[in-house]
Nanobody, 128 residues
Framework: EVQLQASGGGLVQPGGSLRLSCAAS????????IGWFRQAPGKEREGVSS????????YYADSVKGRFTISKDNAKKSVYLQMNSLKPEDTAVYYC?????????????????????WGQGTLVTVSS
């Protein structure tokens, strides 16, 4: 069974840091791009960051560029999102997703409707 287990969320103060993890199983990890998406109550889902597991290319939303870093560990079949300098507007449920984009090793879009598998999400709350 395909599994994407997101973890690492919690409550942090503005300016603090969190590291989210996404553990993948049930599919050929190296064939899939992994994206992080977030959704706050009453707001649309937003692409945050993504990585191509074939090429290692990374992508970031403008709102998080310079603060967040995505990385992967192929041996552990895991993708991480290091979030620094957190702001209250970063508060959301964060989801990891896997997408098979067979023809392009560097392709990892920030459009959620292009992804195939989704995890359950982990809540990040940034508040004083």
């Amino acid at each position: 069974e395909v599994q994407l287990q997101a973890s690492g969320g919690g409550l942090v103060q503005p300016g603090g840091s969190l590291r989210l993890s996404c553990a993948a199983s049930g599919f050929t990890f190296n064939d899939y791009a992994i994206g992080w998406f977030r959704q706050a109550p009453g707001k649309e889902r937003e692409g945050v960051s993504s990585i191509s597991t074939e090429d290692g290319s990374t992508y970031y939303a403008d709102s998080v560029k310079g603060r967040f870093t995505i990385s992967k560990d192929n041996a552990k079949k895991s993708v991480y999102l290091q979030m620094n300098s957190l702001k209250p507007e970063d508060t959301a449920v964060y989801y990891c997703a896997a997408g098979l984009f067979g023809g392009d090793a560097s392709y990892a879009p920030l459009r959620g409707n292009e992804y195939d598998y989704w995890g359950q999400g982990t809540l990040v709350t940034v508040s004083s």
